[in-house]
């Protein structure tokens, strides 16, 4: 029987969303990778139980995350089942729809049918009666952001979820969104855009102070670009790791560059005490702007290494212009299209 750890708010920091009511996790923990039939679910519910024991309270899903989708949605339902049914209250629960998952025209993108379907069948999954935040995943650019702003709106108020969330969208296409949102009186509370120190998309975009202006709350995706941004990879690709796996990080993106500015990266984390992964995630939630790194692991004791950022989120402007240095564009940014096509 898991008995959650009575000091598991002792440590994490807890941040406003936005101008909303929430207050989130400065490190929250996502089941894109890790969650699937490839890994042994005792990993699983070491992760699970680690993070919350450590004080993260927000875990993101999405309909196809696994392999094969649906997979990290079923296998977080057991362990809610089994370990978290107690703390239901004390968790925020997001999923997610816009990219493949069933066949045919509305497994995808951003329809009133697609959105409502998934989110029904990401509930029956997981064994909830709502999550807390329902996403749109990505921007559709053949759907009306009316209609999928409208879905978005139902399922909230139809007790599907607490909360209305958007994924990649670029920044015009927020305005439209939020204001959408707003006008049917349900308010946008986040937007997850991927950042990191390799990937600044939203700061050339405009779209992190379009969100702070806005109010609109924010949830960092890939703030150690994959992994890319620890020290795993100063020595070439170690076995077992995600560069490893042919999934998402590509041995490609690991160019000389990329590595020579990791590693100067990790002597400043060093300097400052810090492990880099500690480092790279209080380097996103460096000014407010963001609410919460969203990070992924695929062991506990990423886990708990990558909550002691907490312990120092603070940066000299001297840091800041170290880093700044070595925080080098890479192209690594795989939801790119996403905000890029045109409306
Ligand atoms: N909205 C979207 O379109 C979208 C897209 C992508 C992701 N996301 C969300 O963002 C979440 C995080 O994405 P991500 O997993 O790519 O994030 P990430 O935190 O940048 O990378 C996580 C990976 O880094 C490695 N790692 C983590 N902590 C470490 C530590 N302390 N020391 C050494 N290595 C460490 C692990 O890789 P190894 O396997 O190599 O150990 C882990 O799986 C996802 O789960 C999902 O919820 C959303």
Redesign the pocket.
């Known amino acids: 029987m898991y008995q959650a750890a009575a000091n598991r708010y002792d440590q994490m920091k807890y941040r406003r969303c936005g101008k909303s009511g929430m207050k989130l996790p400065a490190v929250s923990?996502?089941?894109?990778?890790?969650f699937g039939h490839d890994t042994p679910h005792e990993t699983k519910v070491d992760i699970c139980r680690t993070a919350f024991d450590h004080g993260i309270t927000h875990f993101?899903?999405?309909n196809n995350?696994g392999p094969p989708p649906g997979a990290a949605e079923h296998a977080f339902g057991s362990i809610l089942a089994d370990d978290f049914k107690s703390h239901r209250d004390e968790l925020i629960i997001s999923s997610?729809a816009g990219y493949e998952m069933w066949d045919g025209p509305y497994g995808e993108w951003g329809s009133r049918k697609s959105l409502i379907s998934s989110c029904d069948q990401s509930l029956k999954r997981m064994g909830l009666e709502y999550v807390d935040i329902f996403?749109s995943?990505?921007f559709d650019p053949d759907t009306p952001l009316e209609e999928t702003m409208g879905a978005l709106d139902y399922i909230v108020r139809s007790g599907r979820a607490l909360y209305a969330g958007i994924?990649?969208y670029n920044t015009e296409r927020t305005r439209k969104a939020v204001a959408i949102l707003k006008d049917l009186g349900t308010p946008c509370l986040i937007h997850?855009p991927?950042y990191?120190m390799l990937n600044r998309w939203v700061e050339r975009d405009g779209l992190k102070e379009t969100l702070q202006n806005l109010g609109v709350g924010s949830i960092a995706?890939?703030?150690?670009?994959?992994?890319m941004?620890?020290?795993?990879y100063l020595g070439g690709i170690p076995q077992?790791?995600?560069?490893s796996?042919g999934k998402?990080l590509f041995p490609s993106m690991l160019t000389d560059n990329a590595v020579e500015n990791i590693k100067k990266l990790n002597e400043i984390a060093i300097g400052r005490d810090q492990?880099l992964?500690q480092m790279a995630i209080a380097w996103v939630l460096r000014d407010g702007g963001i609410t919460t790194a969203?990070?992924?692991?695929?062991?506990a004791s990423?886990?708990i290494?990558?909550v002691g950022a907490v312990n120092n989120l603070e940066f000299t402007a001297g840091e800041l212009a170290q880093i700044d240095k070595y925080a080098d564009e890479e192209q690594i940014n795989l939801?790119a299209a996403s905000a890029e096509q045109d409306a």
């Open positions: 923990l996502g089941l894109w990778h890790n993101d899903l999405a995350y997610k996403y995943h990505r994924s990649s997850q991927s990191n995706f890939t703030p150690l670009a994959q992994g941004l620890t020290k795993k077992g790791s995600r560069a796996q998402s492990t992964a969203l990070i992924g692991a695929s062991k990423q886990v290494d990558c939801w």
